[in-house]
RNA sequence: GCCCGGGUGGUGGAAUUUGGUCAGACACGGUCGCCUUAAGAGCGACUGCCUUCGUGGCGUGAGGGUUCGAGUCCCUCCCCGGGUACCA
């Protein structure tokens, strides 16, 4: 066979046509033709179709294909689809400014995506494509939202909500972010609307709980947990009978502190507590305190939560009285009260809580502990005594609980609250419902009718979908653009079949990624979003791929999703995503996110033009720790192509001695150089497979078939059947990454298809030498090296070392304490 | 403040499993050589710092400690990145 240059523009669509023509990445859901195999669901993240794929992507695609062809090999049925977010803002925006509709943009960007998922050699199952912009998609997210407002999980209510001005509609709170719009930066304000909601806060508890269940990394489990923020205390109930002593009215209050009842000196409320204006009305006060209540409405949310801001407030000039001691204690309102956490009044307990402190201060309140540490009955309170903590703490100054330890006090004051109907135990999340309604066009419809005679009528399941209807401004204008069409909004209700308008609203592109995953097991089920047997023979997703961003809202809303399917029967797991892993981003080579205004952009389109898209990927696995960000460098790709076209000319220099194609076949007794190359070879299929499986180190992988090509050149006059083996093992190894060039070296080699041939396994008896090179050391000095058998027994090694000359030449006549022998590796002699 | 990560050459990083040699694999960059009319590509050698070149000294953010032995374990601290925050 003639010489031939690496060319991956020739070998990469060669490839890429047989693998689609034979469907060779497709897997069929039939349990017969599983035959005992065990599944591997692997997954990416669905990307959100917008302009061209970056390099992000083809990080995020690089590995997910790794594992998935590690799995393959290794004897596993593996499910890697493919689809695309299609609904959202980006393209709606761009709707905006041109008139052009939504979809037409996506659909382009749609079609570049899978362009070049193709080029880049993924092995997906184009079999089961979706997107979730298709009636055919969104047809089951109306499903299952029917699904939720039946058992209760989504219902509407009239709320205080996040409001954008510049995207003009309500925003999740997970989607603001410092009291700014995540997507634009515009400040948030706050609007009542009438909105719909997804009961998560029903699922707190285990949303918590199964994170231990789940392999994610730590960090992630960290965010959720936070976000979720439970935090465990009483509900303690504080009487106010100063306004009406006939009708005294009752004020429940949060705290995670209850063994500090008695140290409560004052009670404050949130400026948006209802309450508040009534308690002042007809009052000296009623000026003052509705001042300070507008003031506190007005500012923002910025200035509101700054930390540092001294402490503002007003007096009510009403008292409330302390359950546990029955002592009036003066009434105040306060901005750094918030309405939206616990009941939207807090007790003051100045000696036990900075923020109280500093209330108590700045209103020259007094500051009373009441807790301590044993000893100490009369604690210095100018010192912020509630910032120590020790392990002995006892109550004081608490009535019939002191001398009680901190922790039994809290428990016997909860206790007793209980008894005297005061309070109870009581937990609380900072977790709030999700708001799911946006007004805005290009997103799922909410399928619900508004009947003057029956109310709100859920669409009925045969008459999914609800389709988008077609408009001619996208520009929403403080309601949903859908509103605009008419013929569309008005309709008949399913009930009692009299005229009825359709919600308008549609929902949060979030509701169509909570599930994607589920679809992709039964992807063209026409009758049902997907058969349960089908489901459950792949969920859940083994691997699941994607950047950190996600870390809390994607995440936690599919888990959700999965949680609530899984209560209403409708499939088994309990958790979406076995595995997580979160791949750092790629930077741009000045070390900045990359971004057209800083022009540190690098499209992957020039680097696998340039590079072919086996350097490409290889390239941005290469590049460091996948879960680490790295900084992209030019001169770094070209490292890989140049290792790419170093295997390609070992094999080629091989070819061009003998070309019969035939199975690499390791050596029977291989000896000089030619044991060198199998002895590395092995050692290449040991490293690659430990550092693919269970950690992912595609990076040292990589390298490591790096040093088996190297050794192959080291030693070019080895035997060439030890050559022809080496070369064939690092084209097998470099499958996960490169898979044309692999797949060209590999079938030119042994005329096999190299996808098909199992994973290599490595021979144990040429793991290991026969002889290792001893340590010797003296004090722990290394003063020789001496060869030693491999599992020599303990004595002899021991006997080598004190031998050596380089030992001997340093004890100097010392008494030797001690020998310590590591077998295999070294002897260390203790002198004194 | 609280919760996660992390700090190793000029650079990205390696040293996995239970602490075990020689820290710095692999790659980038750099220096030199071969090849070439030349350039490029390719091939090969060298490349932590200091050095009075000695079988020399110093080196994994800083300081302590445990150990025969520490990048790896423990304590104290500094710095960087991320998340979150008047959440009671």
Redesign the pocket.
Known sequence: MTERRYDPTLIEPKWQHLWEREGTWEVSNDPEDAEGEEKAYVLEMLPYPSGEPHVGHLKNYALGDAIAHFHRRTGQRVLHPMGYDAFGLPAENNAIKTGVHPREATDKSIASYRHWFHRWGISIDWSRELASHQPSYYRWTQWIFLQLLERGLAYRKEAAVKWCPHDQTVLANEQV??GRCERCGHLVELRQLEQWFFRITDYADRLLDDLDRIDWP??VK??QR??I?R?E?AEVTFRCEDVDPAHPIDYAV????PDTLFGATFFVM?PEHPDVLKLVAGTEQEQAVQDYVNHALTESAET????D?P?TGAALGRTVINPVNGEPIPMYVA????M???T?A?MGVPAH?Q?DYDFATAFHLPIRPVVAPAGEDDPDVSDQAFTAHTDDERLINSGEFTGMDAQAGRDAIVTWLDREGAGHASV?Y?LRDWLISRQRYWGCPIPVVYCEKDGMVPVPIQDLPVELPEVEDYQPRGRSPLGAAEDWVNTSCPRCGGPARRETDTMDTFVDSSWYFLRYCDARNDEAPWDRRVLDSWMPVDTYIGG?EHA?LHLLYARFFVKALHDMDLLEAEEPFKQLFTQGMILGADGNKMSSSKGNVVAPSQIVERFGADAARCYVLF???PE?D??W?D??V??VH??L??LWRAADELLAADDRPRPAIQPSDPEGDGLTLVRKANWAIEKVT?DIRG?F?F??AI?AV??LV?EV??HRDADPEARRFAVATAASLVFPFAPHLSCEVFERLTGERVWEQPWPDADPDMLTAETF?L?C?V??K?RD?VTAPTGAPREELERLAMASRGVQGHLNGDQVV?V?V?PN??V?V?VR
């Open positions: 972010i410092d730590t960090r960290a965010m936070n976000w923020g935090s205390g949060f705290t995670t502190r949130a509101r939560g700054d930390v801001k402490k901005d750094y009260v918030l939206e956490y616990g939207g807090v809580d923020r609380n900072r950190i809390i590049i460091g720790p680490q790295a900084a460098s001169s770094g070209e490292g140049r290792f076209n170093r430990g950690r180190a990076n040292t390298s790096m040093e190297n050149y080291r090179e340590v050391q004090n722990g290394v090296r001690k310590i590591v590796k070294l260390n203790v």
